[in-house]
């Protein structure tokens, strides 16, 4: 299985801050890398496909870059409501494995 | 909008067989170039891709779990389920259904969930 190791596992910071968190493969793994936000008691929710694609809907200070097996979450201006969980995974080869989260607080 | 609901038993006794279905609405299962999966997040933990099944009805596993799970899908229904065999308390959690692009394997469309709590 590919591993994700996400960093941090936590986070505090200000509205306003810019935020990166970043996403390490196992192995190589292209541009297969997805990016979801999770609220207390929610679904997780798609914000970035392919590495940097951001989903429709999605504000644009949300953003991501990477290939190969780095990979970085950037939020240029943080929001109320972007304090959640970040989850970042795989889909290169299955199983289909995801990082164990950035918990994004508010400082 | 494509949604995707869960439903099931929340409680189910050890050694037993956990089952799960996951009815979708607004699109088909059979519609499109798209996987379903099940995917499960134990308390307070990550997420946890158990597997996935296409309206063909091809299907893919993960290892761990492969020799207990099973997934159907009824396009007749628009619903595609989930059994999980010989249940233990590791296997509490909440379980999610899910749209999955197949050609990238992103979830792009979640239930919102369903708590299942393995006790006697």
Redesign the interface.
């Known amino acids: 299985?590919i591993q994700m190791t996400q960093s941090p596992s936590s986070l505090s910071a200000s509205v306003g801050d810019r935020v990166t968190i970043t996403c390490r493969a196992s192995q190589h793994i292209s541009r297969?890398l997805?990016w979801?936000q999770q609220k207390p008691g929610?679904?997780?929710?798609?914000l970035i496909?392919?590495a940097s694609s951001l989903?429709s809907g999605v504000p644009s200070r949300f953003s991501g870059s990477g290939s190969g097996t780095d990979f970085t979450l950037t939020i240029s201006s943080l929001q109320p409501e972007d304090f959640a969980t970040y989850?970042c995974?795989q889909?290169y080869s299955?199983?289909?494995?995801?990082?164990?989260?950035t918990n994004l607080e508010i400082k | 909008q494509v949604q995707l609901q869960e439903s099931g038993p929340g409680l189910v006794k050890p050694s037993q067989t956990l089952s799960l279905t996951c009815t979708v609405s607004g699109g088909f299962i059979s519609s499109g170039d798209y996987y379903w999966s099940w995917i499960r997040q134990h308390p307070g933990k990550g997420l946890e891709w158990i597997g996935f099944i296409s309206y063909r009805g091809n299907t893919d596993f993960t290892p761990s779990l492969r020799s207990r799970v099973t997934i159907l899908v009824d396009t007749s229904n628009n619903q595609f389920s989930l059994k999980l065999s010989s249940v233990t308390a590791a296997d509490t959690a909440v379980y999610f259904c899910a749209r999955t692009n197949s050609g990238w394997y992103f979830f792009d469309y979640w239930g919102q969930g369903t708590p299942v709590t393995v006790s006697s």
């Open positions: 299985d297969y997805n979801y929610k679904a997780p929710n798609l496909s392919a989903q989850y995974q889909s299955a199983p289909y494995t995801f990082g164990l989260g």
